[in-house]
Structures are given as C-alpha cells and as structure tokens.
C-alpha cells in the first residue's frame, strides 16, 4: 500500500512522507501545534512564554499556553521557610482566652484563645484563634497569631485574662459564663481559680 503526500508523491510509509517534508522523527512531536501569537505563562511550569516561542491548545474550552515539549525552565529552588528561633518566650502565655486592645483599630478589643495540645503530633505547639461574637472561633495567619501572643505579653497574660473576662462575663481559662460579681471581678470562675 502507498501513501500520497500532498505535494503528490507516492511513499511507501509515513516516515518517507515526513522525509518528502523535511522533518525528521526527533521534530515530529512538535508538528501537530498551534504557535502562540501572543505572550502568555507556561501551564506546565507557569514560566513566561514569548511570541512564537510556545503553543497553545485547547483545553476545558480554554486556549492555554505552554512551552514546547522539554523547553520549560527549571524551577528554581525555594528557600527554606523563615523559623522563629525564640517561640519558647509564648510557653509563659497560658492556656485560656484573652482580650488585647485592637489589632487593627476596628473595634475596641481584639479577642482571643489560645491552645496548647499536651498530645499528638502538634504537642507543646501554640495555637492562636480570633474569636468573633456569633460565630465559632477563627483561625488567624502567622502574622496575626504573632502579632497577638506579642499584645498579650504587653499587656500580661494576668491583664490580658482579666480583662477578657471582665468584658465578656465569661472565665477566662474555660470560657463558662461567670455569673457572680467575684468571679467576674477575677475574670475568673471559682472552680479555675483554685486550680
């Protein structure tokens, strides 16, 4: 069986048409792509993509631009992330809830718990959550956590504490509401003060 090439030539195999063409077997992947006309980012490797220099291919009904095949940059290698070598100076913070003057000047105070699991695998770590009135308690990024344990420290993890329970009406080791004057003078319920 022969194979007609466009040009009109009678070949015994694809490969003699692709001879007939000028392309030899290490440039045929390459062959059947649409070249970008215009810049755009790698979907591979997300690296930039010149005029010309890519493809693009139809994908989820969406033109997507790609570096041909094994011309994507190698990553480069991220750093390691940043640590904090002085953690231990938040161990003195105990385990409760907190009010700070506002982080961001929004409001008047800033509420907060913090945890320590005594178990698993984030044993002895500090946890830091925003607690917002009418909704369960929020995770914090990095920062804020940091920025808070700092206004906790600055106030006195006692003041802090006190405070917290004074404006909430609710202790501030175990978050139960404080329903005597005593208890709401210590920010503090009897049970957690005698611990």
């Known amino acids: 069986m022969t194979v007609r090439c466009g ?16 392309v030899s077997e290490s440039n045929v992947q390459t062959l059947n792509y649409k070249k970008n006309q215009y ?11 010149e ?4 493809r693009v291919d139809k994908i989820d009904d969406r033109w997507q631009t790609s570096h041909l095949a094994g011309k994507c940059p190698e990553k480069p290698k991220l750093e390691a992330p940043r640590t904090l070598t002085n953690t231990s100076r ?5 385990v ?3 009010a700070t003057d506002s982080l961001t000047g929004r409001n008047d105070l800033d509420f907060w718990r913090v945890d320590r ?3 698993g695998q984030y ?9 917002v009135g009418g909704k369960p308690d929020m995770n914090v990024s990095r920062d804020t956590k940091f920025a808070a344990l700092e206004a906790i420290l600055e106030l006195g993890p006692e003041g802090s504490a006190l405070l ?5 009406g609710r202790c501030s080791r175990c978050n139960r509401h404080l329903t005597d004057e005593t208890s709401r003078m210590f920010g503090m319920g009897p049970e957690c003060r005698s611990k």
């Open 39 to 49: 810049p755009g980012n790698c979907r591979l490797c997300g690296g930039k993509v």
């Open 90 to 94: 938040y161990d003195v913070i105990p």
């Open 96 to 98: 409760g809830h907190y």
């Open 7 to 22: 040009k009109g030539h009678d070949h015994e195999s694809v490969a003699d048409v692709r001879a007939c063409y000028g």
């Open 117 to 119: 699991p005594e178990q």
């Open 164 to 168: 917290y329970g004074r404006e909430l």
């Open 51 to 54: 005029v010309e220099q890519g």
């Open 123 to 131: 044993k002895g770590r500090t946890f830091v959550k925003r607690i």
